[in-house]
C-alpha cells in the first residue's frame, strides 16, 4: 500500500506514471515555443500518466483539501460567466479557449499526487528560452519583421517572458550560469520580436531577481541591476539595427500621428479600443456586448462601418488588446469578477505558501514563488495583449498555474516536516 496517496497503486505503474509526469514538465515549458501546437506532447503525457494512476490523482483532492476547491469553484464560476455570457448573445459558446482552464484544478492535484521534479521545469524552461533565441534569430536573418515561433510576436514575447520566471525562480542551487544563460537568451527572443509591451515584466522580473537573490549587499545588487538595464539602454540607442528591430522610432511616430488625431497605428489603436471599451462597458455594464464580440463594439465607430470599415485591419482585431478592457466590454461586471478571480486566487494562494513555508528571508526561489511571479507577468503582459483571448496564453497560465500550486503545496509542507499520511488534509 502506497502511504503518500492511501491507495493500492500498482508499483509499476506509479514508475510509469512518474516517468510521464517528468517528461510532460519538461516538455511542457521546453516545446511550447519549440513546435506548432508545442502544448500537445505535454498535455499527451499529462493525461497518459493520470489514467496510469487516477486513484492517486483523485485522491490528491481530499489531502489538498480547501485549496483545490478554492481553484475549483472559481474555475466553475468563470466557465459559468462565459456560458450565460454566449446564451445571452444567442452565441455560439465560447469556450474553445475558456475549457482550458479546467486544466488548473486538475494539474494541481496531478503534481501533488506525482510530486515531479521542479529541477525539470528549469531545465525545460531552459531548452524552450533556447528554442525561442534560435527561432528569432533564423526568422529575422530570414527576413521576417517580427518574429515569433509559430505565434503572432506579442504571444511570442510574452510566453518567452513566463519562461524566463520558470528559469529563475525554479532553478536548483548553485545554478546561477545556467540561468544567466537562460535570461540573455530570453532578453535577445524578446528584442528580436520587436514586442514592447514584454519590456514593463521583464523589468520587473530583473528588479525582483537582483533584488531578492540573495547575493552580497542590497546595495551591490541594486548597482548590478542599474548597470544591467543601462548596457540595454546604451546597447539599443547605439546599434540602430536593433534599434529599428525594437520598434523605438515607430513608438515615437506612434505617439506623434496620436496628437494628429490619426489613430491608424499600433499605439493608437490600442488607445482607440480602450476608448471603445469603457464606451461599451458604460452602456452596458451588466453584460457587456457579448463574450468573444468586442468586434461588435468597434463597429460603432464611424471609421469602422461600410466598405472603409471592411478595409480597416484596427476595426477586425477580435479583441481589446487588454485583459481588464477585454472582459470589462464584453461580459461586463461578471467578466471584471471572473478576471479578478483568475489573477487574484491563484496569487493569493501563492503568496500564502511561500509565507506558511516561512520563506519570505534569503533567496527567492521554489515553486510558489514561481507562481506568484508567473501571475504578476501575466497581470503586467494583459496591460497591452489580451492574454486569455489567445489558446497558447490561456493554456500555459491554466496548467502553469496548477503545476506550480500542486509542487508549492508539497515543498510547504516538506518544509514543515508533516507526516505523509497527514499532508494537506484540509489545511493547504
Known amino acids: 500500500m502506497d502511504l503518500m496517496s492511501g491507495d493500492n497503486t500498482d508499483p509499476i505503474r506509479l514508475r510509469w506514471a512518474r516517468a510521464c509526469a517528468a517528461g510532460a514538465v519538461w516538455s511542457f515549458a521546453a516545446l511550447v515555443l519549440a513546435m506548432p501546437k508545442g502544448l500537445l506532447p505535454a498535455g499527451i503525457l499529462f493525461l497518459l500518466s493520470s489514467l496510469l494512476v487516477p486513484l492517486r490523482v483523485g485522491g490528491a483532492v481530499r489531502r489538498i483539501g480547501w485549496p483545490w476547491f478554492l481553484v475549483a469553484g472559481m474555475v466553475a464560476l468563470v466557465l459559468a460567466v462565459v456560458a450565460t455570457s454566449s446564451h445571452l448573445f444567442d452565441a455560439e459558446p465560447d469556450l474553445r479557449s475558456h475549457d482550458r482552464w479546467l486544466a488548473m484544478p486538475w494539474l494541481m492535484a496531478w503534481a501533488w499526487a506525482l510530486q515531479p521534479s521542479r529541477v525539470m521545469l528549469w531545465r525545460g524552461a531552459l531548452a524552450g528560452l533556447l528554442a525561442a533565441a534560435v527561432l528569432a534569430l533564423v526568422q529575422v536573418l530570414g527576413g521576417q519583421a517580427r518574429p515569433g515561433g509559430w505565434l ?23 545554478s546561477w550560469q545556467w ?170 494562494l501563492f503568496l500564502r505558501l511561500r509565507l506558511r513555508g516561512g520563506q519570505w528571508q534569503g533567496p527567492l526561489r521554489g515553486s510558489a514563488a514561481a507562481g506568484a511571479m508567473m501571475v504578476a507577468m501575466f497581470m503586467l503582459c494583459g496591460l497591452t495583449q489580451s492574454m486569455f483571448a489567445h489558446q497558447t496564453t490561456t493554456s500555459l497560465y491554466a496548467a502553469g498555474c496548477g503545476l506550480l500550486l500542486g509542487m508549492a503545496l508539497r515543498e510547504a509542507h516538506r518544509g514543515r516536516g508533516a507526516p505523509a499520511a497527514d499532508e494537506g488534509a484540509g489545511n493547504g
Open 152 to 174: 503572432n510576436a506579442i504571444v511570442f514575447a510574452d510566453v518567452v517572458l513566463v519562461l524566463m520566471v520558470l528559469v529563475v525562480f525554479c532553478r536548483p542551487p548553485r
Open 179 to 348: 540561468t544567466g544563460l537562460g535570461l540573455v537568451l530570453g532578453m535577445l527572443a524578446i528584442l528580436l520580436s520587436g514586442t514592447r509591451g514584454a519590456w514593463p515584466g521583464l523589468l520587473l522580473l530583473l528588479l525582483v531577481m537582483v533584488l531578492g537573490s540573495g547575493w552580497r549587499s542590497r546595495r551591490s545588487r541594486s548597482l548590478l541591476l542599474g548597470a544591467v538595464v543601462a548596457g540595454v539602454v546604451v546597447l539599443l540607442s547605439s546599434v540602430p539595427a536593433l534599434t529599428e528591430q525594437t520598434r523605438l522610432v515607430e513608438l515615437r511616430q506612434d505617439i506623434e500621428r496620436m496628437d494628429r488625431g490619426d489613430h491608424d497605428s499600433s499605439a493608437g489603436a490600442r488607445l482607440e479600443r480602450l476608448q471603445v471599451a469603457g464606451r461599451a462597458f458604460a452602456e452596458n455594464p451588466w453584460t457587456g456586448v457579448g463574450v468573444g464580440g468586442f468586434d461588435r463594439a468597434m463597429q460603432r465607430l464611424p471609421e469602422c462601418r461600410g466598405e472603409q470599415g471592411r478595409k480597416a485591419q484596427r476595426c477586425h482585431y477580435g479583441h481589446a488588446h487588454n485583459d481588464v478592457a477585454e472582459w470589462a466590454a464584453t461580459m461586463g461586471l461578471p467578466g471584471l469578477l471572473a478576471l479578478a478571480l483568475l489573477y487574484g486566487v491563484p496569487l493569493y
